[in-house]
């Protein structure tokens, strides 16, 4: 399972959607998203009805879109469209159960997002979303890698979740880590089979079953069925509030946790993988912040029991 | 690589079991009643609903109780316990499971956010279990023991179809062997009052493909199947249902909600799911529409398959009209329909259907067909959002 990278469009904590992760990271300590004039991005008609994770993910979709030939759309989020849902129980438990708007359930849906950017790029070709929690983004891009291969095609796939007042329950766990905060964050790749003109290439990709313990081993498994090397660079992170936090340079390769640029969020491995894109990519402004890599593999640890992983290579 | 159906589990509004849905479809035996448990001011309504209670469905499912499982993953893990039978891990069979949803779990998440907004104490919830989700597909793959490959979907009402799309790709893309597939989806608070707000419920039983339908009627269901390899099935040896030989999946990029007058996207999703299968459109033998009974849905869809099927349409009809919509869970509900139909060379009944609509001269299957060769069957179903999936099943 192979696919090439072409475009990346990120929005995060850093001023990514405009220019990239690499240059804005030395000035990075916000723990608040930095959002685009969405007018400027996306259509009035549209951009009046969506709630924020859809603006999010509908912006950075588009962007990616520009000027590409696009035969699928695949969307994973954690979360997907939750805060809508809240919403509209809040809004008949208020009005004890009397008809409402069906606005907010209309936007409940997760599959908004794929569907509002089928609609504002008038893409008939396959549509799906993907919400398995923390290994919502790898479930997408297992399914775009393939669709690429099956369909020699380029595929729009990116992952999304915005921070929801929800999000506080979980304080419990929270307590045992009071460095995590738990953040949001969009990021849409164009991947295709073409070389030309591609950023990266996504060797490998796939999730694995482990105990933190035994994580090394399950990595080196599938680097060993994958036929891949040794990586010169581990960009790790966090999609949960983990109980148990990996300190240590996995397989012995200098390891970087990503999710403390970007926050913990369910589908922060998007954001991994517009960095890994950028790495190698950049070689001499990744210098500059401390990366020297080649080959990179992404290491996002969902709930100290489901791991995805993806292994990015550079174009020679 | 071929891809086999070996496995079905099923609990609908018209049977805990397999057996007991065919019984009910033969017999013409529908499934829509008053839905109970629900807020005095829809206490008329009607729907599919699985007369058990949650302690019930859970000691159906071979537990004593899951206080904290939401009823549509009890639906679901009834269902994936039939299906699933008496298999076991082998180390050598890559297994996976893929469940689809829409935000059936939100009666639970609607208690817990009261709680949380009436500041209660007593509710701790880490915030993994607040919502549905992935939890089902967590949860299911525990409680069988299946270790591999998991994955949730959430397209609307086609989630358990892309399902089972997505493990026949995995399977022949040779990264899984065999596949658990499916959905659940209960009658909740949460989704009454979203299609009310959308004035798309009906408040008689639903009429699919009658001139005057007004809307549908919620069901609600756990469905899964087994998916495998012919790989798989040289060391599983179990028996073939059915093979799964063409599938589609297309958006119709039309409006959030409301399907296109043409039905673009059922049309293109046709069409590949046809390609495929190197069939004609003539070599279909019966269609389980999607058919919800709502005036748009009925219209565009049978706009879609005079587009394909032109004038030589093979029986079609909508057992949602036995079961009501059970959204997530319906591509799943009506795959296993259409293998039976197959099997049983039959076609069911469309309930509650008088008069045809004006447009076509077409009209659904009004009573049983059963002196009828059926080898080939379209199954179609759609969702908010534009997804529009077909799945091509063969003898």
């Not at chain 1, 603006?55 to 520009?66: F, H, P």
């Not at chain 1, 990709?205 to 069925?225: A, M, T, V, W, Y």
């Not at chain 2, 899964?224 to 093979?243: C, P």
């Not at chain 2, 996207?265 to 389980?288: F, R, S, T």
Request: net charge negative; charged share 20%; proline share 2%.
């Amino acid at each position: 399972m192979k696919a090439y990278i072409h475009k990346c469009s990120t929005l995060s904590v850093l001023d990514s959607f405009n220019g990239g992760i690499l240059s804005k990271l030395k000035n990075s300590s916000s723990h608040v998203l930095i959002e685009p004039a969405y007018k400027e991005i996306i259509t009035g008609s549209y951009l009046r009805r969506m709630s924020k994770v859809i603006k999010m993910g509908v912006a950075a979709a588009i962007t990616a879109a520009k000027d590409q030939n696009i035969q699928g759309i695949v969307v994973g989020s954690g979360a997907g469209c939750c805060h809508n849902t809240v919403l509209f129980i809040g809004e008949y438990n208020e009005r004890q159960e009397e008809i409402l708007s069906p606005h907010s359930f209309i936007q409940s849906t997760d599959n908004t997002i794929a569907g509002q950017i089928a609609l504002i790029l008038q893409n008939f070709s396959y549509n799906i979303t993907y919400i398995q929690k923390g290994l919502a983004f790898e479930n997408a891009l297992v399914d775009a890698v393939l669709l690429s291969e099956e369909n020699n095609a380029g595929i729009l796939i990116g992952g999304v979740d915005e921070w929801i007042p929800l999000f506080e329950l979980g304080e419990t766990t929270k307590a045992l880590h009071p460095e995590y905060w738990i953040g949001e964050g969009a990021g849409f790749f164009i991947l295709s089979q073409a070389k030309q003109n591609a950023l990266a290439l996504i060797s490998a990709c796939g999730i694995l079953q482990s105990k933190p313990d035994s994580i090394e081993n399950e990595l080196h498994s599938f680097l060993d069925e994958h036929q891949l090397e040794i990586p010169d660079l581990i960009l790790y992170g966090n999609s949960f509030v983990n109980e148990v936090s990996i300190d240590i340079d996995l397989l012995n390769v200098k390891t970087v946790h990503y999710s403390d640029i970007c926050g913990i969020y369910f589908t922060n491995t998007a954001f991994g993988m517009n960095l890994g894109t950028e790495i190698l990519t950049h070689p001499s402004l990744a210098k500059e912040n401390g990366f020297n890599a080649k080959r990179i593999l992404i290491v996002n640890n969902f709930n100290d029991a489901d791991w995805g992983v993806i292994y990015l290579s550079a174009l020679s | 690589m071929k891809i086999f159906i070996t496995g079905m589990g099923l609990i609908t509004a018209i049977g805990n079991n397999v057996e007991e849905n065919l019984h009910s479809l033969v017999n013409g035996k529908g499934g829509i009643s008053t839905v109970e448990g629900i807020p005095e001011i829809r206490k008329n309504f009607l729907g599919g609903q699985v007369k058990m209670l949650n302690s019930e469905l859970s000691t159906l499912a071979g537990a004593s109780e899951f206080k904290e499982v939401h009823r549509s993953t009890l639906l679901g893990l009834v269902a994936a316990k039939e299906a699933w039978g008496n298999r076991k891990m082998e180390k050598d069979i890559r297994t996976g499971v893929i469940y689809g949803t829409t935000i059936g779990g939100i009666n639970l998440n609607e208690f817990v956010l009261n709680k949380f907004k009436e500041n209660d104490p007593s509710i701790k919830v880490d915030y993994k279990h607040t919502h549905d989700y992935s939890f089902g597909t967590d949860f299911i793959s525990s409680q069988l023991g299946i270790e591999g490959y998991k994955a949730t979907i959430s397209t609307a009402c086609s989630s358990a179809a892309n399902s089972i799309l997505v493990g026949a790709r995995l399977i022949k893309a040779n990264i899984l062997d065999r596949v658990l597939v499916g959905g659940a989806e209960a009658i909740t608070n949460y989704i009454l009052n979203g299609f009310d707000s959308l004035m798309l419920y009906d408040d008689e039983r639903c009429k699919p493909f009658d001139e005057n339908r007004k809307g549908l009627n919620l069901g609600e269901a756990g469905c899964f199947l087994v998916i495998e390899s012919e790989k798989s099935l040289l060391k599983t040896k179990q028996k073939k249902l059915a093979e799964l030989v063409g599938w589609g999946n297309a958006c119709d990029a039309f409006h959030q909600t409301a399907s296109s007058p043409t039905g673009h996207g059922a049309v293109l999703a046709m069409e590949q799911a046809l390609k495929m299968a190197n069939i004609l459109p003539e070599q279909i033998d019966y269609i389980n529409t999607h058919g919800t009974g709502t005036p748009n849905n009925d219209l565009s869809e049978s706009t879609a398959m005079k587009t394909i099927f032109g004038n030589k349409m093979p029986p079609f009809n909508s057992t949602k009209s036995f079961t009501g919509h059970t959204l997530a869970a319906a591509g799943g509900v009506e795959a296993i329909y259409s293998i039976l139909a197959l099997r049983n060379n039959m076609v069911f009944a469309n309930l509650n259907y008088s008069q045809p609509m004006k447009e076509f001269s077409f009209r659904p299957t009004t009573e049983l067909i059963s002196n009828i060769s059926i080898n080939k069957v379209l199954s179609s179903s759609f969702g908010f959002g534009g997804n529009c999936t077909e799945l091509i099943f063969s003898e």
